[in-house]
């Protein structure tokens, strides 16, 4: 009989493919710069808002992609 807290048994039944992984990281870059860079090139003011409310509504939309993508990897592992 198996042991299934055996650390090689585990890895290999959680284990995402690669290419879900590079997807993983990739979002995770995409994020970490595309809110930054959109209000460092575009500016505070964008979209009509004000300064503030800029600075709240820009880093949400990568946020609402982090959790898309945590859900999706908790979903598969």
């Given at each position: 009989m198996a042991n299934p807290h055996e650390p090689q048994?585990?890895?290999t039944r959680t284990a995402m493919s690669k290419?879900?992984?590079w997807l993983?990281?990739?979002v995770l870059a995409l994020c970490g710069l595309a809110a930054p860079a959109f209000i460092y090139w575009v500016g505070p003011g964008s979209f009509g808002l004000g300064f503030r409310d800029t600075y709240l509504a820009i880093?949400?939309?990568p946020?609402?992609?982090l959790g898309a993508v945590g859900v999706w990897t908790a979903i598969r592992g």
């Amino acid at each position: 009989m198996a042991n299934p807290h055996e650390p090689q048994e585990a890895a290999t039944r959680t284990a995402m493919s690669k290419r879900s992984q590079w997807l993983v990281v990739g979002v995770l870059a995409l994020c970490g710069l595309a809110a930054p860079a959109f209000i460092y090139w575009v500016g505070p003011g964008s979209f009509g808002l004000g300064f503030r409310d800029t600075y709240l509504a820009i880093p949400m939309i990568p946020a609402i992609l982090l959790g898309a993508v945590g859900v999706w990897t908790a979903i598969r592992g």
